[in-house]
């Protein structure tokens, strides 16, 4: 494998990047949104994010970014693969994180909600000043676990034909033919950017139960 | 542009033949993986260097790279190590290998969540070491952390679609010869889509049942 071959391989890994980033931000700004509407007392509000959240996590990846992919285009939007796909996999990021943070504002003791509203605090106030930092503070290993799981899922695109790390490794491997040195250098690249996210999400999951048990 | 479902609806019975091989490369993948979660907790409890060594990196590769690329990297090393297998018993490899991954990890936090108290009242009745393991430390921390299992097979269940990258047998390679055949792209996956619903909620419910059954206390 010659400098030009990884060269390509870095390219692919730059739109890895660019496609976790758009899925991760796209899915914190809905998350928080499915998951504010799965705590509602609101029935029917609560019962959509269920239907949201059952939907995404019921189905495979693949088949979201394939009916993305091809379904967009029929309901008359014409857009490039990268903007179709970073939609898919931001309405699967808002389902998953969603579901994580309703866990988090749920394991808030019920007493901080009693407390604010005995201090009189309006219910956005609540939220937003008691309960939601504290949430966000519960759910972090479970976000960056996630953040891991968007990373690698990222690779799925390479199926719908979009070029990114996977796909670079495919190419180049039906080129020169080594098919065990491409995906082990593209494993490897993959593994560099994960590991790191995975010890850091374990490390705060061991702070914070050292923190709980004392 | 107009929908025409009757094409997938044609084909209906290459779909059915196509879920039955996706439950059962989930089902072989299930098995393969609780297999190698157990042993590899049995290794890594025997507490030698090297093969716990081995355990570990094993557990973080896999963790930390896409099942995509293991699958690949599979599908291409088997033939150089000179075995060859048809594509689906590659897949199912694929599947129990990522999947025992996760599997050594979650059971490990079952297993070391039963006090050691346990196991040396044990040792004191005069079990075996094995007897131990299996009675008294596996059996209790399989029932704690059948949940997270369970979900964690529910994700193996909806892997199997991967497999199509190396065309084994399954519904989404099924429903890909079909686009193939009719240019019918959003039909054929908005189907799958439902039908892999269907499979998941199905596959939930059976592990739900299965854990009922199995790792319920008994109840006079």
Not at chain 1, 148 to 177: C, D
Not at chain 2, 16 to 26: C, Q, V, Y
Not at chain 2, 64 to 93: D, S
Request: with cysteine; glycine share 10%; proline share 4%.
């Amino acid at each position: 494998m010659g400098p030009q071959e990884f060269a390509y391989l870095l390219q692919g890994l730059a739109w890895t990047l660019v496609l976790t980033a758009m899925g991760f931000v796209g899915g914190i700004a809905f998350g928080v949104i499915v998951a504010l509407m799965r705590v509602s007392s609101v029935t029917w509000i609560r019962l959509i994010a269920i239907g949201w959240i059952g939907l995404f996590q019921g189905t495979p990846l693949l088949m979201q970014l394939f009916v993305a992919y091809f379904g967009l285009p029929l309901l008359g939007f014409n857009l490039p693969a990268w903007a179709a796909v970073g939609i898919a996999l931001t309405a699967h990021a808002s389902a998953f994180l969603g579901d994580i943070w309703r866990g988090a504002i749920q394991a808030v003791p019920r007493g901080q909600t009693e407390a604010a509203m005995a201090l009189g605090l309006h219910t956005r106030s609540l939220m937003i000043d008691v309960i939601m930092p504290q949430a966000f503070k519960l759910s972090l290993p479970a976000t960056v676990g996630f953040l891991v799981q968007l990373l690698k899922g990222t690779s799925l695109a390479a199926i719908v034909g979009f070029i990114e790390l996977t796909r670079a490794g495919s190419i180049v491997s039906n080129q020169i033919y080594r098919p065990l040195l491409v995906f082990g250098v593209v494993g490897a690249m993959y593994f560099a950017m994960c590991w790191p996210l995975s010890l850091w999400g374990r490390n705060i999951e061991r702070r914070m139960s050292a923190g709980a048990s004392r | 542009m107009t929908l025409d479902f009757s094409v997938v609806t044609d084909a209906w019975q290459s779909l059915a033949f196509g879920a039955l091989g996706t439950l059962f490369l989930a089902i072989a993948g299930m098995s393969i993986a609780t297999v190698i979660g157990v042993l590899g907790v049995a290794i890594l409890r025997a507490q030698m260097r090297v093969p716990s060594f081995l355990v570990t990196a094993f557990v973080e590769v896999i963790r930390n790279t896409p099942f995509l690329v293991q699958i690949y990297f599979i599908f291409f090393a088997l033939p150089l190590a000179g075995v060859r297998l048809n594509p689906t018993i590659t897949a199912i490899l694929a599947l129990g290998l990522n999947g025992g991954a996760y599997a050594i990890e979650i059971i490990r936090g079952g297993v070391e969540s039963i006090p050691t108290g346990q196991t040396e009242a044990g040792l004191a009745l005069g079990l075996h070491k094995h007897e131990v393991f299996r009675f008294i430390v596996l059996k209790p921390a399989i029932r704690a952390i059948y949940p997270s299992l369970s979900s964690q097979f529910i994700l193996l269940t909806l892997t199997t679609s991967i497999c199509t990258s190396i065309s084994a047998y399954e519904l989404t390679s099924v429903g890909q010869r079909i686009e193939a055949e009719t240019f019918r792209s959003f039909e054929t996956y908005f189907t799958l889509t439902g039908i892999y619903l269907v499979i998941s909620l199905a596959t939930m419910w059976l592990l739900a049942e299965i854990g009922r059954r199995a790792f319920n206390y008994p109840q006079r």
